[in-house]
């Protein structure tokens, strides 16, 4: 049984007018922004820095996807298949993009989804990812595959989620659930996408693996680099030592650096429906499946007792030629009953978000852009994002003619090869 009931999801409709709000949803002013944050203007434009800032081996590993990209690409070229049929004269002058989700008040639709090695990416990349989540009041995923104990990451933001890995033996997930609970995290997220690693050879080229093998090409990268050398990977070194995988498991996981590190995700292929019946007997608080493409998985989801489903191609990362999310988003609607429906996998604009939301998802995560936000800029870098997107799906409300994302219905939008 669900312990999630249709009022849990209902969008504020309350009159909390962000629509004069001269900022985003963070509240960061153009003036307090660090110069170097001032000339990014979207989203895509911290990839243009990051690609600068971050030696070329850990770009290469936030950017890439796996074998085509097809994924990737379609990703994209899906919400550019859809345009805007805008209303006039409706008084858009009380819009809010306030959305409630599971009982929580959050101040806008969108998400940090989780993101593994943030730490690697960004100085206490999790830490500062969580941080100003918080202050903007918005969700973030915690990842099982970070650097960061998940326990210093539910201080600093106690209204964290956490997503997991599975581990492929019982035992085993039960001690991690355990450990999440102990944390104090009251929502779990299990991404099942990943039964096999993906063929990333991207990563190959690009000269990162895991083990992080150091090498002259690194070291090279690493001297060219120095912001991130000594900012980032030095400064972590120095005072933490070697980063190691913190939650994979109930215990620390190895170094980035060790030679059995791959072992750690180990024993996924085994993963079936009676491990996620397991974990819904064991775990009380919200249960969320990450990585759910087909309606009759969304069914299934839903019947094991899942509380919410993230429908995700794992932003292109897993099983090349998967489609975009967005495609099958209204089948898994239709097959997903009363529990809210959520996605990732592409968003890059405010008019992504609302296109999204008007086939039926109650809420998106972003994933690359932000953890270029803070690698280039912090936690100042991750509020600009945030700032950015919220902005943006504002002015659009405006220019669509809506108040509340409710009134974001299919009939805003027209499939572009039907016009
Ligand atoms: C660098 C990187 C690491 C990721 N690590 C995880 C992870 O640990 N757990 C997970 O469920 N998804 C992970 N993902 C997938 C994201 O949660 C999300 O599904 C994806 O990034 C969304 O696509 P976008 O990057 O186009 O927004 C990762 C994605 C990236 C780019």
Known sequence: MSVLDKETVERSTSSDVDAHHPHGVAG????????????????????????????????????????TNASLHDNRAVFSELGFVPRILTDVSKRSQATTLFGHGYAAPFGVAPRGISALVAYRGDLV?????????????????????????????????????????????????????????????????????????????????????????LAWDGITHPRWSLGTFGRTLLRYGMPHFENSYAERGAPIVARNVTRDFGMRDHLNWEHLA?????????????????????????????????????????LDGTVSPLRVLPKIVAEAGDIPVMMDSGIRRGSDVLKALALGARFVFVGRPLLYAAAVGGEAGVLHAIDILSTEINRNMG???????NDMRPELLVRLKDV
Do not use: C
Request: net charge positive; hydrophobic share 40%; aromatic share 6%.
């Open 28 to 67: 960061v002013s153009q003036e307090s922004l660090p110069r170097h944050l001032r000339r990014v203007l979207s989203l895509d434009d911290f990839e243009t820095a990051a690609r600068r800032h971050l030696p070329r081996p850990i770009f290469g590993y936030v950017s890439g996807a796996a074998e």
């Open 129 to 217: 990812l969580a941080r100003a989540a918080a202050q903007a009041n918005i969700p973030m995923v915690m990842s099982g595959s970070s650097l960061i104990r998940l326990e210093d990451v539910a201080k600093v933001a106690p209204g964290s989620w956490f997503q997991a890995y599975l581990p492929g033996e019982p035992p085993r997930i039960a001690a991690l659930v355990d450990r999440v609970a102990r944390a104090g995290y009251g929502t779990l997220v299990l991404t099942v996408d990943t039964a096999v690693l993906a063929n990333r050879e991207n990563n190959i080229r690009s000269g990162f693996s895991t083990p992080l093998r150091p090498n002259l090409r």
């Open 278 to 318: 397991q974990i819904r007997r064991q775990w009380k608080g919200r249960l969320i499946v990450k990585g759910i493409m087909h309606q009759q998985d969304a069914r299934i989801a839903r019947e094991s007792g899942a509380d919410g489903i993230i429908v995700s191609n794992h932003g292109g990362r897993q």
């Open 399 to 405: 220019l669509l003619g809506i108040n509340t994302l």
